[in-house]
C-alpha cells in the first residue's frame, strides 16, 4: 500500500513538475525585438530622440531590419514608448552600438545616457559609443543596399581592422571610465554620410559629459600614441616646402614617453616612430637607403610640429584628452581631482622630441 501510495505521489509531482516547465518555459528568439543599434537626436533641453534598429528574422519580413522612433524626456520612458509599438518582448541584450548626433553630444549630457545603459544588467560593457553628424536617425532609417543589415554596418565600421586609417575604439565602459577619471577626459569617434556611404572623420573630446572639441583623423592618430597605442596601420606626412614631398609610412610601432615636471610644469614628451616607407610623391625619381637618414629627420620636424600644434589646441580648449599629468598626480597625498589637471594644463609648457626610423621601403607606390 505504501508502495502504491508513494508511486502516485511521484506520478502527480512529476506532472505538476511538466507543467510548470511548460509556464516558464523562455520566450523563443522569434518571440523577442532585440535591440542592436540605439541612436539619440536633441529636440530642446528637456526633450530628446530615440531611434533603434531591431533585425528582423522571419523569413516572411520585407526588409532585413525594422526601424522605430519616440520621443521622451527620460531613457527608460523612451523604452516603453518604443515597446509599445512592437509586438514582441524588446531586448537590449544584443545591443552592439549607441549613437549620439552632433547636436545632442553638445547640448546635452551624453554620461547620463552612457550611464543608465552601463547599469543595465543586460546589456555588455562592449557596446560601442559613436557620434554622427547630423541626426542619427537618419543613418538609421536609411537602407544601405551593399550592406547586409545597418546593424551590422555599423559594428563592422567600428571594429578594429589591420588596414583602416584610424579607429579609435570607444565603449560604453571606456567612455564611462575616462569621464569618470580626474587625469583626463573621454573621447569618441565621429562618422559621417557621404553619398550613402558612411566614413570616419575623427574624434570628439568631451569635458563633463558634454562635446568640446573635435579633431580630424591626424589629430587622433597623434592622441592614439600619445595614449600609449603602441602600433599604427599608417601615418600620412606632408613634409616642408623645401622638400615639397608626402610620404606614408606603414606597420608602425610606437614607444611613447611622458614625463611631467612639477616644479617647473614643462611636460616632456618622447615618441618614437618605426615603420616601413610604403607610399612617396615628390621630386625624387626614387628613395634609397641612402635617403633616409634626411628622410627621418624632415619626419622628426614635421611631427614634431604636429604634435605641438595638436597639445596647444588643446590647451586652449582646456581639455587633456591624454593623461599628461599622471605621473605628478601619482605623487601626490591629496586627493586629485579634475580642476588640478586643467590648472596644470593651463600653464604648462610642452617640450616634444621625435625619433622616426624607416626600415624599409616597402613596394612603393
Same mark, same amino acid.
Given at each position: 500500500?505504501?508502495?502504491?501510495?508513494?508511486?502516485?505521489?511521484?506520478?502527480?509531482?512529476?506532472?505538476?513538475?511538466?507543467?510548470?516547465?511548460?509556464?516558464?518555459?523562455?520566450?523563443?528568439?522569434?518571440?523577442?525585438?532585440?535591440?542592436?543599434?540605439?541612436?539619440?537626436?536633441?529636440?530642446?533641453?528637456?526633450?530628446?530622440?530615440?531611434?533603434?534598429v531591431i533585425?528582423?528574422?522571419? /523569413? !516572411?519580413?520585407?526588409?532585413? *531590419?525594422?526601424?522605430? @522612433?519616440? &520621443?521622451? $524626456? #527620460?531613457? +527608460? /520612458? !523612451?523604452?516603453?514608448?518604443? *515597446?509599445?509599438?512592437? @509586438?514582441? &518582448?524588446? $531586448? #537590449?541584450? +544584443?545591443?552592439?552600438?549607441?549613437?549620439? *548626433?552632433?547636436?545632442?553630444?553638445?547640448?546635452?549630457?551624453?554620461?547620463?545616457?552612457?550611464?543608465?545603459?552601463?547599469?543595465?544588467?543586460?546589456?555588455?560593457?562592449?557596446?560601442?559609443?559613436?557620434?554622427?553628424?547630423?541626426?542619427?536617425?537618419?543613418?538609421?532609417?536609411?537602407?544601405?543596399?551593399?550592406?547586409?543589415?545597418?546593424?551590422?554596418?555599423?559594428?563592422?565600421?567600428?571594429?578594429?581592422?589591420?588596414?583602416?586609417?584610424?579607429?579609435?575604439?570607444?565603449?560604453?565602459?571606456?567612455?564611462?571610465?575616462?569621464?569618470?577619471?580626474?587625469?583626463?577626459?573621454?573621447?569618441?569617434?565621429?562618422?559621417?554620410?557621404?553619398?550613402?556611404?558612411?566614413?570616419?572623420?575623427?574624434?570628439?573630446?568631451?569635458?563633463?559629459?558634454?562635446?568640446?572639441?573635435?579633431?580630424?583623423?591626424?589629430?587622433?592618430?597623434?592622441?592614439?600614441?600619445?595614449?600609449?597605442?603602441?602600433?599604427?596601420?599608417?601615418?600620412?606626412?606632408?613634409?616642408?616646402?623645401?622638400?615639397?614631398?608626402?610620404?606614408?609610412?606603414?606597420?608602425?610601432?610606437?614607444?611613447?614617453?611622458?614625463?611631467?615636471?612639477?616644479k617647473t610644469?614643462?611636460?616632456?614628451?618622447?615618441?618614437?616612430?618605426?615603420?616601413?616607407?610604403?607610399?612617396?610623391?615628390?621630386?625624387?625619381?626614387?628613395?634609397?637607403?641612402?635617403?633616409?637618414?634626411?628622410?627621418?629627420?624632415?619626419?622628426?620636424?614635421?611631427?614634431?610640429k604636429e604634435?605641438?600644434?595638436?597639445?596647444?589646441?588643446?590647451?586652449?580648449?582646456?581639455?587633456?584628452?591624454?593623461?599628461?599629468?599622471?605621473?605628478?598626480?601619482?605623487?601626490?597625498?591629496?586627493?586629485?581631482?579634475?580642476?588640478?589637471?586643467?590648472?596644470?594644463?593651463?600653464?604648462?609648457?610642452?617640450?616634444?622630441?621625435?625619433?622616426?626610423?624607416?626600415?624599409?621601403?616597402?613596394?612603393?607606390?
Amino acid at each position: 500500500m505504501r508502495r502504491k501510495g508513494f508511486f502516485l505521489f511521484f506520478v502527480f509531482f512529476t506532472v505538476l513538475l511538466t507543467g510548470c516547465s511548460e509556464n516558464n518555459r523562455q520566450p523563443s528568439l522569434e518571440q523577442y525585438s532585440l535591440v542592436t543599434v540605439m541612436g539619440f537626436d536633441y529636440v530642446d533641453k528637456d526633450t530628446f530622440g530615440m531611434s533603434v534598429v531591431i533585425p528582423q528574422v522571419s /523569413e !516572411a519580413a520585407e526588409q532585413p *531590419s525594422q526601424y522605430l @522612433d519616440t &520621443t521622451a $524626456s #527620460l531613457t +527608460q /520612458e !523612451a523604452l516603453l514608448h518604443i *515597446s509599445s509599438k512592437t @509586438d514582441k &518582448t524588446v $531586448s #537590449l541584450k +544584443q545591443l552592439r552600438v549607441v549613437m549620439f *548626433s552632433e547636436e545632442f553630444a553638445k547640448k546635452s549630457n551624453m554620461r547620463d545616457i552612457i550611464t543608465f545603459l552601463y547599469k543595465e544588467t543586460e546589456i555588455r560593457s562592449n557596446v560601442r559609443v559613436v557620434i554622427v553628424e547630423g541626426e542619427a536617425k537618419d543613418i538609421l532609417n536609411r537602407t544601405y543596399p551593399d550592406k547586409p543589415s545597418t546593424s551590422e554596418y555599423l559594428h563592422d565600421l567600428l571594429e578594429p581592422r589591420m588596414y583602416t586609417f584610424y579607429n579609435p575604439v570607444t565603449t560604453i565602459h571606456h567612455f564611462l571610465h575616462d569621464e569618470t577619471d580626474p587625469i583626463l577626459e573621454a573621447i569618441a569617434p565621429v562618422i559621417h554620410l557621404e553619398e550613402n556611404v558612411l566614413q570616419l572623420k575623427g574624434i570628439g573630446v568631451f569635458d563633463d559629459g558634454y562635446w568640446k572639441l573635435s579633431l580630424n583623423d591626424q589629430e587622433s592618430k597623434y592622441i592614439q600614441a600619445l595614449r600609449g597605442k603602441v602600433k599604427m596601420t599608417l601615418l600620412k606626412v606632408k613634409l616642408d616646402d623645401e622638400w615639397e614631398e608626402e610620404v606614408i609610412l606603414k606597420f608602425i610601432t610606437i614607444k611613447t614617453k611622458i614625463r611631467p615636471d612639477e616644479k617647473t610644469n614643462t611636460v616632456r614628451i618622447d615618441v618614437k616612430y618605426k615603420g616601413t616607407l610604403t607610399e612617396y610623391e615628390g621630386s625624387k625619381q626614387k628613395i634609397t637607403v641612402e635617403d633616409f637618414p634626411a628622410l627621418e629627420r624632415q619626419l622628426d620636424k614635421e611631427i614634431k610640429k604636429e604634435i605641438e600644434d595638436l597639445l596647444i589646441k588643446l590647451q586652449e580648449n582646456e581639455v587633456d584628452p591624454i593623461g599628461l599629468f599622471e605621473k605628478i598626480r601619482m605623487r601626490q597625498r591629496k586627493e586629485w581631482k579634475l580642476e588640478d589637471t586643467k590648472k596644470h594644463l593651463k600653464d604648462a609648457t610642452f617640450d616634444v622630441h621625435v625619433n622616426t626610423t624607416v626600415t624599409s621601403t616597402g613596394t612603393l607606390k
